[in-house]
């Protein structure tokens, strides 16, 4: 299959630059912080459709400190199947996948969220959710994968 082509992107909320990130030529946008919450996620994906987006959000954080909710989503010009998983990190908001047909080959998807390396025990909560991430998601050999996100490896 040819290349796709991908942008993985910490927004620290959505609605300001949704503009921007519409106009986009990116095959996948993978985001995080969306600060979508569940009661939006329904107008968000209409506003994406109009602009010839698939949108697929994760579950938003709950705000923290009086910061808007956290969050994670891709966005695709391809029909997009989100996959779900019963892990605790993973749903946290910390993580999404999907999957799409990438010129007849499954492609998975998935973006994620690490923890601030500010919070306390983030270094052991980052390790736990990359043990999550990397063993429950075992795409078929035959399948590609992309995997983007903020992974908060180092402050900043």
């Known amino acids: 299959p040819s290349p796709a082509t991908c942008l993985s992107y910490n927004i620290g909320g959505l609605r300001p630059h949704l503009g921007n990130i519409l106009s986009l030529t990116y095959d996948f946008v993978l985001l995080q912080e969306t600060g979508v919450t569940q009661a939006h996620e329904g107008s968000t994906s209409a506003i994406c459709a109009q602009a010839g987006w698939n949108w697929q959000g994760g579950p938003a954080l709950p705000p923290v400190k009086g910061r808007a909710p956290a969050g ?4 695709s010009k391809r029909y997009l199947v ?3 998983y019963d892990l605790p990190y993973w749903n946290q908001g910390r993580g999404i996948h999907c999957v799409c047909d990438w010129e007849g080959v ?4 998935l973006c994620i969220y690490g923890y601030d390396t500010k919070q306390l025990h983030a270094e052991q909560a980052n390790a736990r959710l ?3 991430v990397f063993s429950s998601f075992c795409p078929l050999e035959a399948d590609m994968a992309i995997i983007g996100g903020d992974w908060n490896q180092e402050a900043h």
């Open 106 to 109: 499954p492609l998975h998807l």
């Open 72 to 75: 994670v989503a891709i966005l």
């Open 130 to 132: 990359q043990a999550e």
């Open 82 to 84: 989100q996959v779900h």
